[in-house]
């Protein structure tokens, strides 16, 4: 089992920044991508950043440029910096991780963090 604690969300104004941080625990002997996930009230949850063990990074393009996503393999943790925030970024965020397994991967939720950025 991982478990993933995530923290660093909260109220910001718009054009703010914060900084989500999730760190892996347990069985997390083959973490194959660590990412980020949101979902705002009555829509779907989407990718908003991940990064995999060789560091190829993908984001979404409504954070192009504003979002960075970084990984401590050392910490199996995590991070993403999030400027020039935007009211419609408002959103919980997610924290996923895949772990490759003999036969199949596995895959991980964090309990989730607010982020609301204020107009």
């Known amino acids: 089992q991982v478990q993933l604690v995530e923290s660093g969300g909260g109220l910001v104004q718009d054009g703010g920044s914060l900084r989500l941080s999730c760190a892996a625990s347990?069985?997390?002997?083959?973490?194959?991508?660590m990412g980020w996930y949101r979902q705002a009230p009555g829509k779907q949850r989407d990718l908003v950043a991940v990064?995999?063990?060789?560091?190829?990074?993908n984001y979404a393009d409504s954070v192009k440029g504003r979002f960075a996503i970084a990984r401590d393999n050392a910490k199996n943790t995590v991070y993403l910096q999030m400027n020039s925030l935007k009211p419609e970024d408002t959103a919980v965020y997610y924290c996923?991780?895949?772990?490759?397994?003999?036969?199949?991967?596995?895959?991980?939720w964090g309990q989730g963090t607010q982020v609301t950025v204020s107009s």
């Open positions: 996923n991780v895949v772990i490759t397994g003999s036969i199949v991967n596995y895959e991980y």
């Open positions: 347990g069985s997390v002997f083959s973490i194959e991508t």
């Open positions: 990064i995999t063990n060789s560091g190829t990074i």
